[in-house]
């Protein structure tokens, strides 16, 4: 199995900046990607970033030229780097990882991983 453990949320004002980090640990054999979700009150999770296991990110537009996504597999972690950040980037940001790991009873098998979700929210 695959733990995720997500830190550096909290509430910042408008124009601020925020850092986040995810540390994946377990009984991995390959990371494929990883990346950062988030969901607002009301509405659907949304892809923000996501780091391939070549290194390429990719960004939504609402992000681009604000946040940037670094780390990956060669650490087994992902940060995320949040800058002049706006009230409508509050939400709850969810780390992901595309893995190949152990499980008991499976063998290794590949699938997606989720971190138990941390809050950001901008507000003067």
């Known amino acids: 199995q695959v733990q995720l453990v997500e830190s550096g949320g909290g509430l910042v004002q408008p124009g601020g900046s925020l850092r986040l980090s995810c540390a994946a640990s377990?009984?991995?054999?390959?990371?494929?990607?990883m990346g950062w979700y988030r969901q607002a009150p009301g509405k659907q999770r949304e892809l923000v970033t996501r780091?391939?296991?070549?290194?390429?990110?990719n960004y939504a537009d609402s992000v681009k030229g604000r946040f940037t996504c670094s780390g990956g597999n060669r650490e087994n972690t992902v940060y995320l780097q949040m800058n002049s950040l706006r009230p409508e980037d509050t939400a709850v940001y969810y780390c992901?990882?595309?893995?190949?790991?152990?499980?008991?009873?499976?063998?290794?098998?590949?699938?997606?991983?989720w971190g138990q979700g941390t809050q950001v929210t901008v507000s003067s």
């Open positions: 992901n990882v595309d893995a190949l790991a152990y499980i008991s009873g499976s063998g290794y098998t590949r699938k997606d991983y």
């Open positions: 377990g009984s991995i054999r390959s990371i494929y990607g």
């Open positions: 780091i391939t296991s070549g290194g390429t990110t």
